[in-house]
């Protein structure tokens, strides 16, 4: 751990159950994680939706270099955790002298930018049904299948809801349900209440690949 | 030890799609990076500086080369492994802070083309985000949680449309918390009034963590501190989506006149243009978005002011000028907010083409 003496005025303390951001809310901060776990949450619908869980030395809420985004989700405190709270103003000092911290940011930086990049890709396509095909095809390549160490051939399963493929595609909820139960009756897919299975994921690679512009 | 490697004209350092394990600095010669733009699809060249580092995030990310390198002329090139470039970058901290300034502008700049491609119709904004928020935690009698959004709702959009509200469930939060403690007592009622779509007549359930019996300390409803500029912008930007355009305006006037330094002026001169022209005032809106071009020439909002005053001039019904602001959206360097690019060339295929 990076020598973190001298920033004891940058040191924030929460209690369990705390809130240290809310979705939705503007942010200008950062957070290192010292101690203790902070959960990050969303609330789809009706629940609210565990997202992660962090812990020393994560660094949360860096996406506040953004000026004026509004927070995406929910930073509570799971136990008493203790962070350094940084801003664009003084995170440069701090990155000064921790250079390990430093480095962390710039892989969560790297990952952010081709997360976004990608994201960007699916947005592009003009076809709804594309889109929606390139959502699982990022989910496969980011996060991999729910099924961990299994050999599951072509199929993949996503532990992902309506809403959230919705989100991802830029559409709304009512028109991706639709165009789903569309791929469901092709027998592309399989509808489950806490997960969406796919039954070929390169039928879906050349689909989106179809659809793609030069 | 990092490895130089020789390269000759024409031969290829890493190909796009490979997998990238190094990290390289140009030492003597000349190498082009070559891509093409994820929005148009052109072949962008990125000619590399001696000294320069490439192939820094997909070796960090762990993902597939996104470009070829290409050698123009005869190279020497330092490798690096991902290992090596991390004990090399730590006690050069200044390389570090330098990526990490070009990486964020990045990120800046792929979360706006993002953003802007975003017409998520049943996408909520942030005043109402925030909002639901609240109710989400009264319903579910998290009144330490509910306390803290709506302070901070009651912070950011003091005159927003759900303030009057929001203020009443902060109190109802309180008294709760108070009364009850979190997650006890009787589920509160919200009214049906405000803007919530969901029904949240069915039995709310369990809060994930309750087990908070003290009441928590103060510090919830404090919370980070804003800025009054930022609270102000805010405010003004609040102002707008309830298309108080007048008011707006008048809001974000008072930010550009005080003359504040941080990054809310540039905004709020650009967000007055916005205002103007939502209000049909298009002559006004021209001549406003004018003046900034000729005062900040490098205002990071350049392609959507022109963007906004090829529409002024279309609404005036003068297509050729429309057309020729159109235009000059897309004759900015890619580096400039291209989404601006995308809704120009929409608008001059709208008038018939260039």
Request: proline share 3%; hydrophobic share 40%; glycine share 6%.
């Given at each position: 751990?990076a020598?973190l003496?001298?920033?004891?005025r940058?040191?924030?303390?929460?209690?369990a159950g705390?809130?240290i951001?809310?979705?939705?809310?503007?942010?200008?901060?950062?957070?290192?994680?010292?101690?203790g776990?902070?959960r990050?949450?969303?609330?789809?619908g009706?629940?609210?939706?565990n997202i992660?869980?962090?812990?020393?030395?994560e660094?949360f809420?860096?996406?506040?270099i953004?000026?004026g985004a509004p927070?995406s989700?929910t930073?509570s405190?799971l136990d008493?955790?203790?962070?350094l709270?940084f801003?664009?103003a003084n995170?440069?000092?701090?990155?000064m002298g921790?250079?390990?911290?430093?480095?962390?940011?710039l892989?969560?930086?790297?990952?952010?930018?081709?997360?976004q990049k990608?994201?960007f890709?699916?947005l592009?396509?003009?076809?709804?049904q594309?889109k929606i095909?390139?959502?699982?095809?990022?989910l496969?390549e980011?996060?991999?299948?729910?099924i961990?160490?299994?050999d599951?051939?072509?199929?993949?399963?996503?532990k992902?809801t309506?809403?959230?493929v919705?989100?991802?595609?830029g559409?709304?909820?009512?028109e991706?349900?639709?165009?789903?139960s569309?791929?469901?009756k092709?027998?592309r897919i399989?509808?489950y209440?806490d997960k969406?299975v796919?039954?070929?994921?390169?039928?879906f690679t050349?689909?989106?690949?179809?659809k793609?512009?030069? | 030890?990092?490895?130089?490697?020789?390269?000759?004209?024409n031969?290829?350092i890493?190909f796009q799609g490979d997998?990238?394990d190094?990290i390289?600095?140009?030492?003597r010669?000349?190498?082009?990076?070559?891509y093409?733009?994820?929005e148009?699809?052109?072949?962008?060249r990125?000619v590399?500086?001696t000294?320069?580092?490439?192939?820094?995030?997909?070796?960090?990310?762990?993902y597939?080369?996104?470009?070829?390198?290409?050698?123009?002329?005869?190279a020497?090139?330092l490798?690096?492994s991902?290992p090596?470039?991390?004990a090399?970058?730590?006690s050069n901290t200044r390389?570090i802070?330098?990526?990490?300034?070009v990486?964020s502008?990045?990120?800046?700049?792929?979360?706006?083309?993002?953003?802007n491609?975003m017409?998520?119709p049943?996408?909520?904004n942030?005043?109402t985000?925030?909002?639901?928020?609240g109710?989400y935690?009264?319903?579910?009698?998290?009144?330490s949680q509910?306390?803290y959004v709506f302070?901070?709702?009651?912070t950011?959009?003091p005159s927003?449309?759900m303030?009057?509200?929001?203020?009443r469930y902060?109190e109802?939060?309180?008294a709760a918390?108070s009364?009850?403690?979190?997650?006890k007592?009787?589920a509160p009622?919200?009214?049906s009034?405000g803007?919530?779509?969901?029904?949240?007549a069915?039995?709310?359930?369990a809060p994930v963590?309750?087990t908070?019996?003290?009441p928590?300390?103060?510090?919830a409803?404090?919370?980070?501190?804003?800025?009054?500029?930022a609270?102000?912008y805010?405010?003004?930007v609040s102002?707008f989506?309830?298309e108080?355009?007048?008011?707006a305006l008048?809001?974000f006037k008072t930010?550009?006149?005080?003359?504040d330094?941080s990054?809310?002026?540039a905004?709020?001169?650009?967000?007055m243009?916005r205002?103007?022209?939502?209000?049909g005032q298009?002559?006004?809106?021209?001549?406003h978005?004018t003046s900034?071009i000729?005062?900040?020439?490098?205002h990071?909002?350049?392609?959507?002011m022109?963007y906004?005053?090829?529409?002024s001039w279309?609404?005036?019904?003068?297509?050729?000028k429309?057309?020729a602001f159109?235009n000059?959206?897309l004759?900015m360097?890619?580096d400039d907010?291209?989404?601006?690019?995308?809704?120009?060339?929409?608008a001059?295929?709208?008038?018939?083409g260039a």
């Amino acid at each position: 751990m990076a020598d973190l003496a001298g920033f004891g005025r940058f040191a924030r303390t929460y209690q369990a159950g705390e809130i240290i951001f809310s979705e939705y809310e503007p942010g200008d901060s950062f957070y290192l994680i010292q101690t203790g776990k902070v959960r990050i949450t969303k609330i789809v619908g009706d629940i609210e939706k565990n997202i992660d869980i962090l812990s020393a030395p994560e660094i949360f809420g860096e996406m506040a270099i953004l000026e004026g985004a509004p927070r995406s989700a929910t930073a509570s405190a799971l136990d008493i955790v203790k962070v350094l709270e940084f801003n664009r103003a003084n995170f440069e000092i701090l990155m000064m002298g921790n250079p390990q911290i430093a480095l962390r940011l710039l892989k969560v930086f790297t990952k952010r930018i081709y997360d976004q990049k990608r994201r960007f890709m699916i947005l592009t396509l003009d076809d709804p049904q594309a889109k929606i095909a390139d959502v699982f095809l990022m989910l496969d390549e980011t996060q991999g299948s729910s099924i961990p160490g299994e050999d599951q051939g072509d199929k993949r399963e996503f532990k992902v809801t309506v809403d959230d493929v919705a989100h991802w595609a830029g559409m709304n909820s009512s028109e991706v349900q639709a165009l789903l139960s569309h791929f469901s009756k092709q027998r592309r897919i399989d509808l489950y209440a806490d997960k969406i299975v796919v039954k070929n994921i390169n039928d879906f690679t050349r689909f989106v690949n179809s659809k793609r512009k030069k | 030890m990092p490895k130089v490697g020789s390269y000759r004209a024409n031969s290829v350092i890493y190909f796009q799609g490979d997998l990238a394990d190094r990290i390289f600095v140009l030492q003597r010669g000349k190498v082009s990076l070559n891509y093409n733009d994820i929005e148009t699809g052109k072949i962008i060249r990125e000619v590399i500086q001696t000294g320069e580092f490439f192939g820094v995030k997909s070796a960090l990310g762990r993902y597939p080369r996104e470009e070829n390198a290409v050698v123009l002329e005869d190279a020497n090139v330092l490798a690096f492994s991902v290992p090596e470039f991390e004990a090399f970058s730590t006690s050069n901290t200044r390389i570090i802070i330098k990526m990490l300034k070009v990486f964020s502008n990045q990120l800046r700049h792929i979360h706006k083309q993002v953003e802007n491609l975003m017409s998520n119709p049943s996408a909520v904004n942030a005043e109402t985000g925030l909002y639901r928020t609240g109710e989400y935690y009264l319903k579910t009698r998290m009144y330490s949680q509910a306390r803290y959004v709506f302070s901070r709702y009651m912070t950011y959009y003091p005159s927003g449309k759900m303030a009057e509200q929001a203020g009443r469930y902060l109190e109802s939060a309180e008294a709760a918390l108070s009364r009850y403690g979190d997650g006890k007592g009787p589920a509160p009622v919200l009214s049906s009034s405000g803007t919530t779509t969901k029904d949240f007549a069915a039995a709310s359930p369990a809060p994930v963590f309750n087990t908070v019996a003290e009441p928590t300390t103060a510090t919830a409803s404090e919370g980070a501190s804003l800025s009054d500029v930022a609270k102000d912008y805010y405010n003004a930007v609040s102002l707008f989506s309830q298309e108080k355009y007048k008011e707006a305006l008048s809001a974000f006037k008072t930010i550009v006149e005080s003359g504040d330094s941080s990054e809310y002026l540039a905004k709020a001169q650009f967000d007055m243009g916005r205002c103007l022209f939502a209000l049909g005032q298009w002559d006004l809106s021209i001549k406003h978005f004018t003046s900034i071009i000729q005062s900040y020439p490098k205002h990071p909002d350049m392609a959507d002011m022109l963007y906004i005053m090829g529409q002024s001039w279309d609404k005036k019904g003068d297509q050729a000028k429309a057309k020729a602001f159109y235009n000059k959206v897309l004759t900015m360097t890619a580096d400039d907010d291209s989404s601006a690019r995308i809704k120009a060339k929409k608008a001059i295929n709208a008038l018939g083409g260039a």
